[in-house]
């Protein structure tokens, strides 16, 4: 009896709310069953050539290559239970010349394991496409702001200044590792090629005897004829360190992206505000407390990115306890975290490309937390200077330290901080610097280094420079 789908029923949130319609498609069971089919009729075109069945037989396969008819094919493997056999007979009953000839010596996992290649291929292309108006729109953000300072934060503390550019740049910098890894992984998939039940290509040897034709000769025209590379060895499967090698890449995006979107929301928090994702004008940030403005799609972004997270481990598994030549302990989950990492992934490019491209930085609140925190930062231009002016270091250090501590007692109690003026009267830093000297040290808006001009080359490997 064939399934109907509807929101009575338990639907998975990829099905309709997380991911594009094109990644959805390509996972779609309707793309599987016409991925099969294209293998079916590469595998007959190949005998065809080997003279074991007929150019008639093969075209027709060809002529109904895309008439999927899944309810048909669920009629039968309610009957027969396997999906893959219930496929042929429904593709054989569409094809009355060609019908008998389909699958002839093949395995199941011949058919399935290359389309899987190809589809992981697929989508893996899609994420590349998805990357780029990501990168591009970061691109246009470090440029915005490469000169702008701000305080910088280790362990969550105040530290030396950089810039909004240079932070946004180190995001950047993640993304384009995590490019390349992607596109090497992409580059590097391979199906299993036409190998038989446990990949000695056995079933073909028989079956091309006295053809003129090997076994391997026919591997070689059905993979030429997918685009697509065999593995030169293999099981009943592909070796599946391949999935686990494609979820590592995506979670390395994942990582990245979480990054970023964990950064904005603390930024967004009130208490230091420079950031904000963008929030639309009807937008209801609280059920309860109208005046909220969370920052809902990082947080949506973090939360989609633990899942792609730990899906390599399920697929990690997979590879390891593939037993001799193969066991069906994979298959179940396969249906689960190949789909879902991908639509995950998806959707985590398409809310991190909305976030870059209505970043809003507060340039005031900035400037602010600068003032505030960046003073203490300045003192090491202070420590460095009086010590090339002939100042003890370490007596130099103890100084400034017991001053700032004291003016960081003060910040912290609501007033002004008072550092620049107690170093400006220390009558050590006044014995070898100038009061006016040391208040002009003390301000660390044009303390950052290269951060800018690091900042702008780093958009411009982002837009496709070297």
């Given at each position: 009896m064939?399934?109907?789908?509807?929101?009575?029923?338990?639907?998975?949130?990829?099905?309709?709310?997380?991911?594009?319609?094109?990644?959805?498609?390509?996972?779609?069971?309707?793309?599987?069953?016409?991925?099969?089919?294209?293998?079916?009729?590469?595998?007959?075109?190949?005998?065809?050539?080997?003279?074991?069945?007929?150019?008639?037989?093969?075209?027709?396969?060809?002529?109904?290559?895309?008439?999927?008819?899944?309810?048909?094919a669920e009629e039968i493997?309610?009957?027969?239970?396997?999906?893959?056999?219930?496929?042929?007979?429904?593709?054989?009953?569409?094809?009355?010349?060609?019908?008998?000839?389909?699958?002839?010596?093949?395995?199941?996992?011949?058919?399935?394991?290359?389309?899987?290649?190809?589809?992981?291929?697929?989508?893996?292309?899609?994420?590349?496409?998805?990357?780029?108006?990501?990168?591009?729109?970061?691109?246009?953000?470090?440029?915005?702001?490469?000169?702008?300072?701000?305080?910088?934060?280790t362990h969550l503390q105040p530290a030396e200044p950089t810039t909004v550019g240079y932070r946004l740049?180190?995001?950047?910098?993640?993304?384009?590792?995590?490019?390349?890894?992607?596109?090497?992984?992409?580059?590097?998939?391979?199906?299993?090629?036409?190998?038989?039940?446990?990949?000695?290509?056995?079933?073909?040897?028989?079956?091309?005897?006295?053809?003129?034709?090997?076994?391997?000769?026919?591997?070689?025209?059905?993979?030429?004829?997918?685009?697509?590379?065999?593995?030169?060895?293999?099981?009943?499967?592909?070796?599946?360190?391949?999935?686990?090698?494609?979820?590592?890449?995506?979670?390395?995006?994942?990582?990245?992206?979480?990054?970023?979107?964990?950064?904005?929301?603390?930024?967004?928090?009130?208490?230091?505000g420079e950031w904000a994702e963008p929030f639309g004008r009807h937008q209801v940030g609280s059920s309860a407390m109208p005046f909220k403005r969370n920052p809902i799609n990082a947080e949506n972004i973090d939360s989609l990115a633990r899942l792609v997270a730990a899906l390599p481990r399920i697929a990690w598994d997979n590879a390891a306890h593939s037993l001799l030549e193969r066991t069906l302990d994979d298959s179940a989950n396969r249906r689960s975290i190949l789909p879902e990492s991908f639509l995950a992934t998806d959707e985590l490019l398409r809310r991190a490309e909305r976030l870059l491209r209505g970043l809003q930085v507060n340039a005031a609140a900035v400037a602010r937390n600068l003032a505030v925190y960046g003073t203490f930062a300045a003192t090491e231009r202070v420590l460095m200077e009086a010590v090339r002016a002939g100042g003890d270091r370490q007596a130099l250090h103890e100084l400034i330290r017991r001053h700032s501590l004291a003016a960081w007692t003060a910040v912290a109690g609501g007033e002004e901080n008072p550092l620049a003026e107690r170093l400006a009267a220390e009558p050590a830093l006044l014995a070898l610097l100038p009061a006016g000297r040391i208040r002009e040290l003390m301000d660390a808006t044009a303390y950052v280094g290269e951060a800018p001009a690091r900042a702008r080359a780093l958009a411009h490997m982002l837009k496709g420079g070297r």
């Open positions: 064939t399934e109907r789908f509807s929101h009575e029923t338990y639907l998975s949130p990829f099905t309709w709310r997380y991911g594009s319609p094109e990644m959805r498609t390509l996972w779609s069971e309707a793309h599987k069953r016409r991925l099969w089919r294209r293998i079916w009729v590469a595998l007959a075109a190949a005998q065809a050539e080997a003279g074991l069945v007929s150019q008639e037989q093969v075209a027709d396969l060809q002529a109904h290559a895309v008439d999927v008819d899944i309810p048909r493997e309610a009957e027969i239970h396997h999906d893959l056999m219930a496929e042929v007979r429904a593709f054989a009953e569409q094809c009355p010349i060609g019908g008998g000839i389909i699958h002839l010596g093949a395995t199941s996992m011949d058919v399935e394991d290359n389309a899987d290649a190809l589809r992981l291929r697929e989508s893996l292309d899609l994420i590349l496409a998805r990357l780029e108006p990501v990168l591009s729109a970061l691109a246009a953000q470090i440029e915005r702001w490469a000169d702008t300072p701000t305080i910088g934060w740049a180190q995001y950047g910098q993640d993304l384009l590792l995590d490019r390349a890894e992607l596109q090497r992984v992409r580059d590097g998939l391979r199906g299993k090629g036409i190998k038989g039940a446990t990949g000695t290509l056995a079933s073909y040897d028989q079956l091309l005897a006295g053809s003129g034709m090997t076994a391997a000769e026919l591997e070689r025209r059905v993979m030429a004829a997918l685009d697509l590379q065999p593995f030169p060895v293999a099981t009943q499967v592909y070796p599946r360190k391949q999935d686990w090698w494609v979820l590592n890449a995506l979670a390395g995006l994942a990582g990245s992206l979480y990054k970023f979107a964990f950064d904005l929301r603390l930024l967004q928090s009130p208490p230091l």
